[in-house]
């Protein structure tokens, strides 16, 4: 078979191309780089030398501070748990409700998608939300930040197209054997719908592993925060009082400190999501290009 070879103005497009995605992708391994590294250096070393390669300017301090900090401990837990809970939920949700809205012989079906098109553009606003959850008793309670996102419409709508592309034929032919809908539906399209059931679990995961406004607004109890609250006293609220320290020295301890924690508070922070995606790889490849061959 003969090779085509690439013309000229091909070459050109295709060096323009690899060009681009090379300064993209350092644009995004760069800060990375630099956050890993900043979190095992003195800060003062970085902040007067910048990132150095040399290990006497190396320390641990930061991840024993984060280590030994019971708050942080506790609001990674709290995060997991959090994310854990919703993810179980929404992935229920849109799963359940996408299912029959991918029947053609599901009646009311255009009507039903049309009101949940309809909540993507016009929404009650922060006021009246925090009002229906403060009447139903959610405040400082972990449902507050659970049921209020749990419908996600772009992810039934995700969920429907993928259920439209599996062969009818299998559920025609187990509704001949005598199969009910339920069955069909956990018998034969549970399994085959792990691509787009781990998608949804991993947007659902980490969409809530890094919102911290939804906690900010319903939880009061500091027992309940979760990571990303604790992450943004550390790296928005960098600010020593100077009624709770004594003297010059120990403000600038206390700010050392603090930058001292930061970038190492950023790594432990991303360790769940990047723990994720070997696992998910396979799945999300899938997932992610449900309805495109239609």
């Known amino acids: 078979m003969d090779i085509i070879k690439p013309s000229k103005n091909d070459k050109i497009v295709l060096g323009v191309i690899y060009t681009l995605l090379t300064l993209f992708?350092?644009?995004?391994?760069?800060?990375?780089?630099?956050?890993?590294?900043?979190?095992?250096?003195?800060?003062?070393?970085?902040?007067?030398?910048?990132?150095?390669?040399?290990?006497?300017?190396?320390?641990?301090?930061?991840?024993?501070?984060?280590?030994?900090?019971?708050?942080?401990?506790?609001?990674?837990?709290?995060?997991?748990?959090?994310?854990?809970?919703?993810?179980?939920?929404?992935?229920?949700?849109?799963?359940?409700?996408?299912?029959?809205?991918?029947?053609?012989?599901?009646?009311?079906?255009?009507?039903i998608m049309t009101l949940f098109i309809i909540t993507m553009f016009f929404g009650g606003g922060l006021i009246p939300t925090y009002l229906v959850?403060?009447?139903?008793?959610?405040?400082?309670?972990?449902?507050?930040?659970?049921?209020?996102?749990?419908?996600?419409?772009?992810n039934i709508i995700l969920a429907r197209t993928f259920f439209r592309g599996l062969p009818k034929e299998m559920s025609e032919a187990a509704k001949i054997d005598g199969a009910s809908e339920i069955m069909i539906f956990m018998k034969i399209v549970i399994p085959l719908s792990k691509p787009i059931v781990f998608v949804l679990a991993l947007y659902a995961f980490v969409g809530h592993w890094n919102d911290f406004f939804q906690a900010l607004i319903y939880l009061e109890s500091q027992d309940k925060y979760p990571l990303q609250l604790v992450l943004r006293r550390i790296l928005i609220l960098n600010k020593v009082d100077p009624n709770i320290v004594s003297s010059i020295q120990e403000q600038a301890e206390l700010a050392r400190l603090s930058e001292l924690m930061k970038y190492a508070a950023i790594v432990v922070s991303s360790i769940p999501l990047l723990a994720m995606y070997p696992f998910f790889q396979k799945y999300f490849e899938k997932g992610v290009m449900v309805g495109s061959l239609k």
């Open 133 to 154: 959850i403060k009447y139903l008793g959610m405040i400082d309670t972990l449902w507050a930040l659970v049921i209020p996102g749990a419908v996600s419409v772009w």
């Open 25 to 111: 992708v350092l644009a995004i391994i760069g800060p990375l780089i630099y956050v890993v590294i900043a979190s095992f250096m003195e800060p003062n070393a970085l902040l007067t030398k910048g990132i150095s390669f040399d290990i006497s300017n190396y320390s641990f301090e930061g991840y024993r501070l984060i280590l030994s900090d019971a708050q942080i401990i506790g609001g990674f837990i709290n995060a997991l748990l959090y994310s854990a809970i919703f993810t179980l939920c929404t992935v229920s949700v849109c799963v359940f409700a996408g299912y029959p809205l991918s029947l053609d012989h599901f009646k009311g079906r255009k009507i």
